[in-house]
């Protein structure tokens, strides 16, 4: 994250005397991804379907991303929670 911070305070003037805020803009809190996530359920029926219509991604694309976020995770199929959680 260290690069990434470098990089966007450089293009980014508004954030170079906010760490704090910077550190706000590039982090993923758990209340904001889970109303992000509400969100997107509500309003799209989902990660996947909004990225198969808006994105126009295919399934086989969707279960690579899928593979490649779950690397060294545990399933989650396996806990009783399908591929809907994304």
Request: proline share 5%.
């Amino acid at each position: 994250m260290p690069r990434l911070m470098t990089e966007f305070k450089a293009r980014n003037q508004a954030y170079k005397d906010n760490p704090v805020g910077l550190k706000n803009f590039l982090s993923a809190f758990p209340e904001t991804m889970s109303a992000t996530l509400a969100l997107v359920r509500e309003k799209y029926d989902g990660v996947e379907s909004y990225c198969k219509k808006y994105m126009q991604l295919e399934s086989e694309d969707l279960g690579k991303i899928r593979q490649n976020l779950l690397l060294g995770v545990h399933h989650p199929a396996k806990s009783g929670y399908g591929h809907h959680a994304m």
